[in-house]
């Protein structure tokens, strides 16, 4: 606006016969907010202070909001529409849905930690960010827990922070509770006791590096955090997810085949023998398996190759089944790959 300005005081200067035309005309072409980026940057970096008040910010985002809302005639050009098209405005809204959402005082706790207080900045000065998280927040997240590992994750990855914000949000929504993965020589002995502690920061890793290196099949910076959950959120130890990324080669249209890479085995359907020594997708291939592992297999390995996938099991015109679903493009998803539910 301030260049404007200033190229509308040099017109007038050149043109004082067409001063008040050339007024009508840039009053109609500007935008005037009740808040500037500017004073929005600074009252957020004064609110985050150690001697701020995030009350009266939030307090401040509603008036400048609803002032655009109640009146748009007082603001130029403004529409309701315009408001959230806007980048000045749809920052300050994102900023109170978020604040409102998280609370106040959970907010300030984490900015009142001279650690944690350059995340807080961030997280507040990234529109893109509050808008991922709140559209991918769940009820049932724990929030302390979620900003929590979040934290720890940004400031661990200083480079990719931006990159790979939407992984991260990921990992701590998934993370925001401890995740097992499954005891591998307790699965093989046909038991279902056992499991070992997921690290986040080693999953965050995995993905990190593999979309570095170019081997997975999607770029994560295109999917969003809730797609992301069903990447991160693999039950088993990240060395199945290396595997898996090394030796399953698959177009992401065509992800539906990795169940079929599974050779069906009737004697372990019948529960005739105990086909592996270890329950590994390395193993699973080699032997064969039922549904189960057939749907256990096509949904590791999809995630593995950054291809949201979820495993499901229930009853379809034969009886139990297990299937899987992925996403198989960006706008789509294929939810019976194997034989869905019918």
Same mark, same amino acid.
């Given at each position: 606006?301030?260049?404007?300005?200033?190229?509308?005081?040099?017109?007038?200067?050149?043109?004082?016969?067409?001063?008040?035309? *050339?007024?009508?005309? /840039?009053? *109609?072409?500007?935008?005037?907010?009740?808040?500037? &980026?500017?004073?929005?940057?600074?009252?957020?970096?004064?609110?985050?202070?150690?001697?701020?008040? /995030?009350?009266?910010?939030?307090?401040?985002?509603?008036?400048?909001?609803?002032?655009?809302?109640?009146?748009?005639? +007082?603001?130029?050009?403004?529409?309701?529409?315009?408001?959230?098209?806007?980048?000045?405005?749809?920052?300050?809204?994102?900023?109170?849905?978020?604040?409102?959402?998280?609370?106040?005082?959970?907010?300030?706790?984490?900015?009142?930690?001279?650690?944690?207080?350059?995340?807080?900045?961030?997280?507040?000065?990234?529109?893109?960010?509050?808008?991922?998280?709140?559209?991918?927040?769940?009820?049932?997240?724990?929030?302390?827990?979620?900003?929590?590992?979040?934290?720890?994750?940004?400031?661990?990855?200083?480079? &990719?922070?931006?990159?790979?914000?939407?992984?991260?949000?990921?990992?701590?929504?998934?993370?925001?509770?401890?995740?097992?993965?499954?005891?591998?020589?307790?699965?093989?002995?046909?038991?279902?006791?056992? *499991?070992?502690?997921?690290?986040?920061?080693?999953?965050?890793?995995?993905?990190?590096?593999?979309?570095?290196?170019?081997?997975?099949?999607?770029?994560?910076?295109?999917?969003?955090?809730?797609?992301?959950?069903?990447?991160?959120?693999?039950?088993?130890?990240?060395?199945?997810?290396?595997?898996?990324?090394?030796?399953?080669?698959?177009?992401?249209?065509?992800?539906?085949?990795?169940?079929?890479?599974?050779?069906?085995?009737?004697?372990?359907?019948?529960?005739?023998?105990?086909?592996?020594?270890?329950?590994?997708?390395?193993?699973?291939?080699?032997?064969?398996?039922?549904? &189960?592992? +057939?749907?256990?297999?096509?949904?590791?390995?999809?995630?593995?190759?950054?291809?949201?996938?979820?495993?499901?099991?229930?009853?379809?015109?034969?009886?139990?089944?297990?299937?899987?679903?992925?996403?198989?493009?960006? +706008?789509?998803?294929? /939810?019976?790959?194997?034989?869905?539910?019918?």
């Amino acid at each position: 606006m301030a260049r404007l300005c200033a190229v509308f005081v040099i017109v007038a200067a050149c043109c004082p016969g067409q001063e008040r035309a *050339s007024r009508a005309a /840039l009053r *109609s072409s500007l935008v005037r907010r009740p808040v500037t &980026g500017q004073e929005l940057e600074e009252r957020t970096f004064s609110a985050l202070a150690p001697e701020g008040d /995030l009350g009266s910010h939030l307090t401040y985002l509603d008036q400048a909001l609803l002032a655009v809302l109640e009146h748009p005639r +007082q603001f130029g050009s403004w529409d309701r529409i315009r408001v959230i098209e806007d980048p000045v405005m749809a920052w300050a809204l994102a900023q109170g849905a978020f604040l409102r959402y998280l609370g106040v005082p959970r907010m300030a706790a984490l900015a009142a930690s001279d650690e944690d207080r350059p995340f807080a900045r961030w997280l507040l000065g990234s529109t893109y960010v509050m808008e991922d998280f709140l559209e991918s927040v769940q009820p049932e997240d724990d929030l302390d827990d979620v900003l929590r590992v979040w934290a720890r994750l940004w400031h661990g990855d200083p480079e &990719g922070r931006d990159l790979y914000a939407n992984l991260a949000m990921a990992c701590a929504f998934v993370f925001d509770r401890p995740l097992n993965a499954r005891d591998l020589d307790m699965e093989a002995s046909g038991s279902s006791a056992g *499991s070992t502690a997921i690290d986040v920061a080693a999953r965050y890793t995995f993905f990190r590096d593999a979309a570095d290196r170019g081997s997975l099949k999607t770029r994560l910076e295109d999917l969003a955090p809730w797609e992301l959950v069903w990447v991160v959120d693999a039950r088993v130890p990240d060395s199945e997810l290396e595997w898996a990324n090394h030796h399953v080669h698959l177009s992401q249209a065509n992800w539906s085949r990795a169940y079929g890479m599974i050779r069906y085995r009737m004697d372990k359907a019948r529960g005739d023998e105990t086909l592996y020594t270890t329950y590994t997708l390395k193993e699973i291939l080699k032997r064969g398996g039922t549904c &189960g592992d +057939q749907a256990h297999f096509a949904s590791i390995s999809a995630k593995a190759n950054g291809i949201p996938a979820i495993a499901f099991s229930g009853v379809n015109r034969r009886g139990g089944h297990a299937w899987f679903g992925y996403k198989s493009s960006s +706008q789509k998803w294929n /939810l019976t790959a194997g034989g869905g539910a019918a």
